[in-house]
């Protein structure tokens, strides 16, 4: 954090500070307690816009510990763009196929994860949704800055 004192000190800084040490004080999100402070320090050098900054504020919140987990395990084991298998995932993991998949379906809810879209992309109309959850760019910047050491 000291290393980026000058970034806090800006007017961009300062509201993210305050939207995650506001979301750290909330009782609601004890148990998240080092993905948040993870954020608040791993949040100044993603060089992402504020939009983002906030959003991954939200996520944070709206996911539960679990399904976070889940997403930095993703994405520490996955080769870019590649598709989840949930049975391959819950064996890394150590859980049952049924609560990882519980946790893909969570973190697909708020943006976390994407579905790939396969078709001719000339039509529009032809173009077919494929169930398997894959890793972007963007999922990838919110497990690195919600991880110790970011991945």
């Excluded at 004890?30 to 402070?37: N, R, S, T, W």
């Amino acid at each position: 954090v000291e290393r980026n004192l000058n970034w806090y000190k800006t007017e961009e800084g300062d509201r993210f500070a305050r939207k995650v040490i506001a979301t750290a004080l909330n009782a609601e999100y004890v148990d998240k307690l080092d993905f948040i402070a993870n954020l608040f320090v791993n949040g100044t050098t993603l060089g992402n816009g504020e939009a983002e900054r906030f959003k991954y504020v939200e996520m944070v919140r709206l996911l539960s510990r679990p399904a976070l987990q889940v997403l930095v395990k993703i994405v520490q084991i996955l080769p870019e763009h590649k598709g989840i298998s949930v049975c391959n995932l819950a064996a890394e993991i150590g859980w049952e196929p049924a609560l990882v998949d519980a946790c893909i379906l969570e973190l697909h809810a708020v943006g976390a994860i994407s579905q790939k879209w396969f078709g001719d992309a000339e039509n529009p109309e032809s173009r077919t949704l494929n169930n398997a959850p894959v890793v972007t760019e963007f999922t990838r910047g919110f497990a690195r800055a919600i991880s110790f050491p970011a991945i």
